[in-house]
């Protein structure tokens, strides 16, 4: 190999995301992909997906697919992992357990490591009597004196050296952990398969990982991988330790109590890629700008570790949902209608069926910059599709409307439906014929135009009222009004 091209690829910044496919995956699992991502892409470096599948019995059939999916979804491209291979594989820990068995082999030949078949019932009874005696359980006080020849059936453990250790993190500072947190935990489990502790040590030194990036739960732990890394030799990577997200009210870590819900469920609500991937990437992260608005080349560009907060951050679905609002109107205006379109696949209401493409387009050039997300067309546009259930209430209790009578009201209903059936059908048009008709009655927009408004969507909410003729339809438009003016030549005065 070219000496320059292997000097080049010893200093590659390499990162990755190691998820445990055990579920759902979580906006928190989520964001400890986008860091280390962004980080592999300012850098020109490497970006690895590796699956820590090695507690089966938390194992989820499907979840691995299921990361993969959403890491696509959201446009995080790994450059070595499932699917794509590279030069460190497999990538699924299940499948490198030999590998272990190599790097432990290695503890045991150096005295670090011992084989330990002591009994479970024994252990509790060790932890119980610290219980007891209030101090902290440590199992190198038990340490046996004796131990078997290792092989898979036996636990493996560490052999510790417990002594004051300090590190550099990079987002929390320089921190320390004393003797006293540091143990022999265990390296191999009876099934022959790594514990985390063990595994992910040695799977980032085999794939040259150079960045961490995982949760803050993680540090009280760093004691003891510390002393994995001193005992097999190795060059400590920098370790970025990621704060928890809150709650909505904060003081606790983001959970499902506090509405959190899988990556796949806001999918689902209509939440886009773009708009999720802005969100958590600024999830405890800021440039030092007043900017909201991040596409995922602006991130690239921007982001940088030491402006990741040391400190938790606040999660405010309200935010989410407006950037969501953000960025379709964003898409729309920069890659147009016909672009956009076919990511509202599967969003509209079911009445919308019998519709032609060109027809439904036409319904969300006119409303899409009211929505915050693409499930809001399922209840935003359904009166475009079917005739609403009118609803006089929406009516009679209009602080506009509420002050005429319902002859005024009817007679404007069929004022306007003479004055429309004879405009050209065009928005320009009929938006001069609804000017003309505020002259011709002598009320004032809020009421002329509220009362039609109502009476073609009985909806809280539709687009500009030219629009939405032009839409809907000459003739929807003025069966709809004759309509709602019987409807209100019909109730009674106490309606």
Not at 136 to 143: D, K, T
Not at 278 to 285: K, R, S, T, V
Not at 440 to 451: I, M, V
Request: net charge negative; hydrophobic share 35%.
């Amino acid at each position: 190999m070219d000496k320059n091209k292997q000097a080049n690829q010893q200093h590659q910044v390499v990162t990755r995301f190691a998820p445990s496919p055990t579920g759902y995956i979580h906006i928190g699992n989520v964001r400890s992909a986008i860091y280390p991502y962004l980080i592999a892409q300012q850098n020109q470096g490497r970006f690895i997906l590796r699956i820590e599948d090695t507690d089966q019995a938390r194992y989820v059939g499907g979840a691995t697919n299921l990361i993969k999916d959403t890491l696509k979804w959201l446009g995080l491209q790994w450059d070595e992992g499932p699917d794509v291979g590279g030069n460190n594989g497999p990538y699924e820990q299940s499948q490198r357990k030999q590998i272990y068995h190599q790097w432990a082999q290695k503890l045991i030949d150096s005295g670090r490591a011992y084989a330990d078949d002591t009994p479970s019932e024994t252990i509790q009874a060790y932890r119980e009597q610290a219980n007891r005696e209030k101090r902290p359980f440590l199992y190198r006080e038990h340490r046996p004196a004796k131990t078997p020849e290792w092989h898979e059936g036996i636990p493996l453990r560490f052999k510790s050296d417990p002594k004051e250790r300090t590190w550099h993190d990079e987002v929390m500072g320089d921190l320390r952990a004393g003797p006293e947190v540091q143990d022999d935990i265990i390296l191999i489990k009876a099934d022959g398969l790594p514990t985390y502790n063990f595994a992910h040590i040695v799977d980032d030194a085999e794939m040259s990982v150079t960045h961490i990036c995982r949760g803050v739960e993680y540090l009280p732990s760093v004691g003891n991988y510390l002393a994995i890394y001193e005992a097999l030799g190795l060059t400590m990577p920098k370790f970025v330790s990621l704060p928890h997200i809150l709650g909505p009210t904060g003081g606790k870590k983001l959970g499902k109590r506090d509405g959190a819900k899988s990556v796949v469920e806001y999918r689902e609500d209509g939440i886009l890629p773009e708009a999720m991937l802005n969100y958590l990437a600024c999830l405890g992260w800021n440039d030092g700008t007043e900017d909201e608005i991040y596409s995922k080349t602006d991130l690239i560009q921007k982001f940088s570790i030491d402006r990741i907060q040391d400190s938790g951050a606040r999660y405010d679905e309200n935010k989410l949902l407006w950037l969501n609002g953000q960025w379709i109107r964003k898409l729309v205006e920069e890659e147009g209608i016909e672009n956009f379109y076919p990511r509202t696949k599967g969003f509209w209401p079911a009445s919308s069926t019998p519709y032609d493409d060109e027809y439904k387009k036409q319904v969300l050039k006119i409303i899409y910059d009211r929505l915050k997300t693409l499930s809001d067309l399922k209840t935003m546009t359904v009166y475009f599709f079917e005739d609403p259930e009118i609803d006089l209430t929406m009516i009679f209790d209009n602080k506009f409307l509420k002050k005429l009578s319902e002859e005024e009201l009817s007679e404007l209903l069929q004022t306007s439906a003479q004055k429309l059936e004879q405009t050209p059908w065009d928005e320009q048009n009929l938006q001069v014929a609804l000017n003309d008709l505020l002259t011709e009655t002598g009320k004032k927009p809020a009421e002329l135009f509220s009362l039609i408004r109502i009476a073609l969507s009985f909806a809280p909410f539709s687009p500009a009222l030219n629009l939405t003729m032009a839409v809907l339809g000459k003739n929807v438009v003025l069966a709809r009004l004759h309509h709602a003016a019987s409807a209100i030549e019909g109730q009674d005065n106490n309606f």
